[in-house]
């Protein structure tokens, strides 16, 4: 049975809003997120992470300023960088301009000419070169596959000893990792996608994608936080039988046997030490049905999700 290592996300602690739920509870008031409260709470939670034997982060472009935040909390430790998994990601850029307020907090572009400009800039920000490079969040309508010039420029990233790959969202995540799977001369080799108790559809291209040598990333296996939380009497609750949920749905996440990091997106040192407790856990297939949502639905609630 696969037992996934953790890794740490920063996509909740690199800018003030974000789609996770309870932020007021853990991050304290909007008013009190500025950037260096939001650097310091990154650092703190590096920390933790680290004092746990996590030694994988995740991070990117748009996540606001956490390849700042990771580079700074590296530059005081420079000692640790060699025992340490970076993975950034690129295509999506931080326009939110640190406004809760912001009515667009991300942009999508996956040309060449912004794989050009993100690259150096990431490398400016963390103050190293990352282990894995991945496009972010690649859905069917995005061209990136089918673009010469960006995949140029990955098999020549990847020639320099990055891994590079993509994360995937949305409800055929299954179709995009087959794609890049079948492309000819496929410069990837590491794949980010969502996995989690209500939405696992992308399991079996997941499976294949690890049966082809990639490295396969789990990321938001709490569903964004909906399943930190069990309603009393309802379907989580039932299934956990006892078990705090979200170490039930951390759990069964490490156990997939296609997962070697499953992504903790945590603003709380006490989040860290839960998921780290959360051993894995295998479940059956009646449980994993019950528990699942439509696939279209659950990607239309979550981008309706607003932004806290």
Do not use: C
Not at 145 to 162: F, K, N, S
Not at 220 to 238: C, F, H, I, S, T
Request: glycine share 8%; no cysteine; hydrophobic share 45%.
């Amino acid at each position: 049975m696969n037992a996934a290592r953790l890794g740490l996300g920063l996509a909740a602690v690199g800018r003030p809003a974000y789609i996770t739920t309870a932020r007021d509870a853990d991050l304290g008031e909007p008013a009190r997120r500025s950037i260096d409260a939001m650097r310091a709470r990154a650092h703190e939670l590096l920390d933790e992470a680290w004092a746990l034997g996590i030694r994988y982060v995740d991070t990117a472009r748009s996540y606001g300023y956490a390849e700042r935040f990771l580079g700074s909390w590296l530059a005081t430790h420079p000692e640790r960088r060699g025992a340490i998994t970076i993975g950034s990601k690129w295509g999506y850029e931080y326009v939110g301009a640190w406004r809760m307020d912001a009515e667009v907090h991300e942009r999508k572009d996956h040309s060449a000419a912004m794989f050009d400009r993100q690259w150096p800039e990431t490398l400016d920000a963390l103050s190293t070169v990352p282990d894995l490079y991945l496009v972010h969040s690649v859905t069917p309508d995005s061209p990136v596959l089918a673009d010469a010039e960006v995949m140029a420029r990955l098999r020549a990233l990847g020639e320099r000893g990055v891994t590079v790959g993509l994360s995937t969202s949305g409800p055929h995540q299954g179709e995009v990792v087959r794609a890049a799977i079948a492309l000819a001369d496929s410069p990837f080799g590491a794949v980010q996608a969502t996995w989690n108790l209500r939405e696992s559809t992308v399991g079996d291209a997941l499976a294949a994608a690890r049966d082809a040598g990639w490295t396969v990333v789990l990321k938001e296996v709490l569903a964004n936080g909906e399943l930190a939380r069990a309603a009393p009497e309802g379907d989580l609750e039932r299934a956990a039988s006892g078990i705090a949920p979200d170490v039930f749905a951390i759990g069964a996440a490490r156990a997939q046997p296609f997962a070697d990091i499953v992504l903790v997106g945590a603003t709380t040192r006490e989040h860290l030490r839960t998921a780290v407790s959360a051993s894995a856990r295998p479940i059956g297939r009646a449980v994993r049905d019950a528990l699942a949502v439509d696939p279209v639905s659950y990607w239309r609630e979550r981008s309706a999700r607003p932004w806290s």
